[in-house]
């Protein structure tokens, strides 16, 4: 049976009944959807962090997790290298392709940098033993510039040079890591890359400095020949009151002021997009429509708390909107994924969980999937666009699109329409029959799956 006492999770469809058990009902990993197998559309992730680091804490009370290894190991160093072989275990029986970490996940920090460099690569150099022997992949990694207390003013914002060279110096030996595992994307997360109070903070020189920061990270990763895709993922707060990175189009504002827009992708997360009072749609939309979609965050958050929660996706609604705009777009950035940046709640402790958690984004995914394939099939969304946008078409309206139009030109077309036309101009959008409309895809497309 192995390091977990489970076998392989297995597709059984949905001849069994609603009731999850420990399989899938909607991922079947190489049915075509759209020309492709599912598992090449979705590209799904296992993040370190969370699998098989986080003990389930919240603010007021101390972990619930139970996990396999607990209790085996006083040294933290074979616990982390122990915990390869669980990770490398989980993701062949869960049958996921990927996984992605952050330095600091995989191997406990020494005094000195030097020290913690060594620790690190030693159990990097288990991962990828790993990783050949099983064909798991990494879809990306990252360096946590925000943990450790030394980061309390930031990284590669802090007001004080000796972290903010010890940063460079980490996250040297970061892209290093991603150069010998062969990640296929490098996550920058600004985790308080921003500021508390702006009395005491320079927001042009903060920002200048973190720019020089990814100027040298894009230097470097040509000069090892390193060809991940670099990504910033954007996060409104939490836990600065404002990161710099607030939503995707500030993030994308400041990739163009700072000349890093050809070096640079999007990685979005649902509950991130949340945070900036967004929808995870919009993010996405705004990041596809510029061309800078680079890889997805899976999870989502308690629209009633309003914090950063990192729930398993299991909104249906939602990942039908998240995979649309996929489909629309034609993947998922060049080289990205589905990484489940998300953890089981406090009540689901058991190590099973940590399985059951997973199949439900998983099947949430596949089934947003199937539903908006349908979707892009019937062509009821294009259509809309199609006939709500018809008068840009021809006439007037051609011209604005065409670049022919001027203020004069659209006053004399304008200067003597009756209100009465003008009113007759506009039509209803139907929104209630849209939703309704949007649901009844849901209904069918997945009781045909």
């Given at each position: 049976?192995?390091?977990?006492d489970?076998?392989k999770?297995e597709?059984?469809?949905?001849?069994?009944g609603?009731e999850e058990g420990?399989?899938?009902h909607?991922?079947?990993?190489d049915?075509v959807?759209?020309?492709?197998?599912m598992?090449d559309?979705?590209?799904f992730?296992v993040?370190w962090?969370h699998?098989?680091d986080?003990?389930l804490v919240?603010?007021f009370g101390d972990?619930t997790?139970?996990r396999?290894w607990?209790?085996?190991?006083?040294?933290?160093?074979d616990e982390?290298?122990?915990?390869?072989d669980?990770?490398?275990?989980?993701?062949q029986?869960?049958?996921?392709?990927?996984f992605?970490?952050?330095?600091?996940?995989?191997?406990p920090?020494?005094d000195?940098?030097?020290?913690?460099?060594?620790?690190?690569?030693?159990?990097?150099?288990?991962?990828?033993?790993n990783m050949?022997?099983?064909?798991v992949k990494?879809?990306w990694n990252?360096?946590?510039?925000?943990?450790?207390p030394?980061f309390?003013?930031?990284?590669a914002?802090?007001?004080?040079?000796?972290i903010?060279a010890?940063a460079?110096g980490?996250?040297?030996n970061s892209?290093d890591i991603a150069k010998q595992?062969?990640?296929?994307?490098y996550?920058?997360?600004?985790g308080?890359e921003?500021?508390?109070n702006?009395?005491?903070?320079?927001?042009?020189?903060e920002?200048?400095h973190m720019a020089k920061f990814?100027?040298?990270?894009?230097?470097?990763?040509?000069?090892?020949?390193?060809?991940a895709?670099?990504l910033?993922?954007p996060?409104?707060?939490?836990?600065t009151?404002?990161q710099?990175?607030?939503?995707?189009?500030t993030t994308?504002?400041?990739?163009?002021t700072?000349?890093?827009?050809n070096d640079f992708?999007?990685?979005l997360e649902?509950n991130?997009?949340?945070?900036?009072?967004?929808t995870?749609?919009?993010e996405?939309?705004?990041a596809?429509?510029?061309?800078?979609?680079?890889?997805?965050?899976a999870?989502q958050?308690?629209?009633?708390?309003g914090?950063?929660?990192?729930e398993?996706?299991?909104?249906i609604?939602?990942?039908?909107?998240?995979m649309w705009?996929?489909?629309r777009?034609g993947?998922i950035?060049?080289?990205?994924?589905l990484?489940?940046d998300?953890k089981?709640?406090?009540?689901?402790?058991?190590?099973q969980?940590?399985?059951?958690?997973?199949?439900?984004?998983?099947?949430?995914?596949?089934?947003?999937l199937?539903?908006?394939?349908?979707m892009h099939?019937?062509k009821?969304?294009?259509n809309?666009?199609?006939?709500r946008?018809?008068s840009?078409?021809?006439?007037?309206?051609?011209?604005?699109?065409?670049?022919t139009?001027?203020?004069?030109?659209?006053n004399d077309?304008?200067?003597?329409i009756?209100q009465k036309d003008l009113?007759?101009a506009?039509?209803?959008d139907?929104?209630?029959s849209?939703?309704a409309t949007?649901?009844n895809f849901m209904?069918?497309?997945?009781a045909?799956?």
């Open positions: 049976m192995g390091l977990w489970i076998d999770i597709y059984v469809g949905r001849e069994k609603p420990l399989a899938f909607y991922f079947d990993a049915k959807v759209a020309g492709k197998k598992k559309w979705l590209r992730g993040a962090w699998t098989f986080q003990q919240d603010p972990g997790a139970q396999p607990y209790g085996k190991y006083s040294d933290p160093m982390a290298l122990a915990k390869v669980y990770a490398f275990e989980f993701f029986k869960l049958g996921v392709d990927y992605c970490f952050h330095d600091r996940d995989i191997a920090e020494g000195t940098l030097r020290e913690t460099n060594a620790n690190l690569q030693r159990v990097v150099d288990k991962i990828e033993e050949k022997s099983t064909g990494l879809l990252t360096s946590s510039l925000f943990t450790n030394r309390v003013s930031g990284a914002t802090s007001p004080y040079a000796d903010y010890y460079a980490q996250l040297k892209l595992l062969g990640a296929e994307n996550v920058f997360w600004g308080r921003g500021y508390e702006l009395w005491v903070t320079d927001m042009t020189r920002q200048e990814f100027h040298m990270c894009v230097d470097y990763a040509k000069q090892i020949g390193l060809d895709q670099f910033i993922e996060k409104a707060k939490e836990p009151t404002f710099y990175d607030f939503d995707a189009a994308m504002n400041f990739l163009r700072y000349g890093l827009e992708k999007l990685n649902g991130h997009a949340n945070l900036a009072t967004h995870y749609q919009h996405i939309r705004t596809v429509d510029a061309g800078m979609l680079g890889s997805l965050d999870n958050g308690d629209k009633l708390i914090w950063d929660l990192d398993f996706p299991t909104d609604t939602e990942t039908v909107s998240v705009e996929v489909l777009a993947q950035g060049p080289h990205g994924g990484n489940f998300a089981p709640r406090r009540t689901s402790f058991t190590w969980d940590l399985f059951r958690s997973h199949i439900a984004g998983m099947d949430a995914f596949a089934a947003g199937i539903v908006a394939d349908k099939q019937d009821y969304i294009e809309l666009w199609e006939n946008y018809a840009f078409s021809e006439g007037i309206g051609a011209t604005v699109e065409d670049g139009a001027t203020l004069e030109s659209l077309y304008a200067i003597d009756p009113l007759a506009t039509k209803s139907h929104l209630e849209v939703k949007i649901n209904i069918d497309a997945l045909n799956a």
